[in-house]
């Protein structure tokens, strides 16, 4: 059984779990690369989340782009965190309408500093063990071969 985000995050995110790069810890709630793939499960469990970073990446350079007040060479949010989140959030519900009415980007060029690179796995551990007991639950059971 996959374990449950902690209340708080769960009010936020519901029974989803965070997607992180190897800069994170391995946390029930965070998943992130398997630092040295041992077999067939754990290497398309590790490509598909690759792929996964690499489109969240984009995406984000793009309505980095569009709204520079988020991009930290257009501007800098000189707010709480909650308020921070919130102008976030409302640039990708705006970035989100623009895409679906065809509105073109302005800035339709992704800066070199905003493309996306290969992953680069250094592993930044698992704190109590439960990370790893909960990626060890996912991998197998969508990556194996029964889930493949």
Not at 62 to 84: A, D, M, W
Not at 87 to 112: G, Q, T, Y
Not at 127 to 137: A, H, I, L, S, V
Request: proline share 7%; with cysteine.
């Amino acid at each position: 059984m996959v374990h449950t985000l902690p209340s708080r995050l769960q009010r936020h995110f519901g029974d989803y779990l965070l997607l992180g790069d190897s800069g994170y810890p391995l946390e029930p709630f965070l998943i992130t690369p398997v630092t040295n793939p041992t077999n067939e499960a754990e290497e398309l469990y590790y490509r598909a989340l690759v792929r996964t970073r690499v489109i969240v990446e984009l995406t984000l350079g793009v309505v980095k782009n569009r709204f520079r007040c988020i991009h930290r060479f257009g501007g800098e949010l000189q707010y709480t965190p909650l308020r921070s989140a919130k102008i976030v959030s409302a640039c990708l519900l705006l970035h989100n309408w623009c895409v679906s009415r065809s509105i073109p980007d302005p800035n339709n060029h992704l800066p070199e500093e905003d493309m996306p690179i290969e992953a680069h796995v250094v592993g930044a551990g698992d704190r109590g063990g439960t990370g790893r007991q909960t990626r060890d639950e996912i991998i197998p059971e969508f990556y194996g071969r029964k889930g493949v």
